[in-house]
């Protein structure tokens, strides 16, 4: 079954914090990885899209990385900001599974001032 | 703009009652999907198009319902079968061919059962 991980729950960082959000994922055949930030009660924003042929992307000051030999997705979040306060969501479409996303549950993250 | 557009952003029903979600797009995308998000959980895959007169189930499809008659437009229905539809829906496109799958949302409904 192709499932994907988030880890942790939520985090809590001061403001000017460099931080490190973690996805992980069962199957290696995967087709491409997407980050979303969502803000509460409102829709996903697409932040980066890394496609299996890639190893990162990057974004101002998010960069984003994916290792398909461990299954390990990881967004980067550079002197971080309280306006960064979001829940952030990894997705992977997985070969079979044409545009047909599987999602984690996501970290709730706060910056405090 | 360029968009996904859902309404009613908040909906009330009472058990029993069947309720329409509204999902439109400018982006001439070809396909579309339903999502539910639960507290604490991931967002689940209900049906998906990926070009008209055509749709797929996904996951978690019992109690609902779609159509896709036009290209820009994908409503759902949540019917009284479903059990427990109180959740946070989102519609989200994509380009299909071509593409990278790059996925793109609409701003949610929330529906709640009274």
């Known amino acids: 079954k192709q499932e994907v991980t988030q880890i942790p729950a939520a985090l809590s960082v001061p403001e000017g914090e460099n931080l490190v959000l973690n996805c992980s994922f069962t199957?290696?055949?995967?087709?491409?990885l997407q980050w979303f930030r969502q803000d509460p009660g409102k829709g996903l924003t697409s932040l980066l899209l890394?496609?299996?042929?890639?190893r990162e992307q990057t974004s101002g000051r998010l960069n984003a990385s994916l290792d398909k030999s461990s299954g390990r997705s990881t967004l980067y979040i550079a002197a971080s900001q309280p306006g960064d306060s979001a829940t952030y969501l990894c997705a992977g479409t997985f070969s079979g599974g044409y545009n047909k996303l599987i999602f984690g549950a996501g970290t709730r993250l706060a910056v405090h001032p | 703009d360029g968009g996904i557009t859902q309404s009613p952003k908040y909906l009330f029903r009472k058990e029993g009652q069947n309720v329409t979600l509204s999902c439109e797009q400018n982006?001439?995308?070809?396909?579309m999907y339903w999502y539910r998000q639960d507290p604490g959980q991931g967002l689940r895959l209900i049906y998906y198009?990926?070009?008209?007169?055509?749709?797929q189930k996904g996951d978690i499809a019992e109690g609902y319902s779609v159509s896709r008659e036009k290209k820009e437009s994908f409503p759902l229905t949540v019917t009284s079968a479903q059990k427990n539809p109180t959740a946070f829906y989102l519609c989200a496109s994509s380009i299909t061919s071509g593409g990278t799958g790059e996925l793109f949302f609409g701003e949610g409904s929330r529906l709640t059962v009274l």
């Open positions: 982006l001439n995308h070809d396909a």
């Open positions: 890394i496609q299996s042929s890639q």
């Open positions: 199957d290696s055949a995967i087709y491409n």
């Open positions: 198009s990926q070009i008209v007169n055509d749709f």
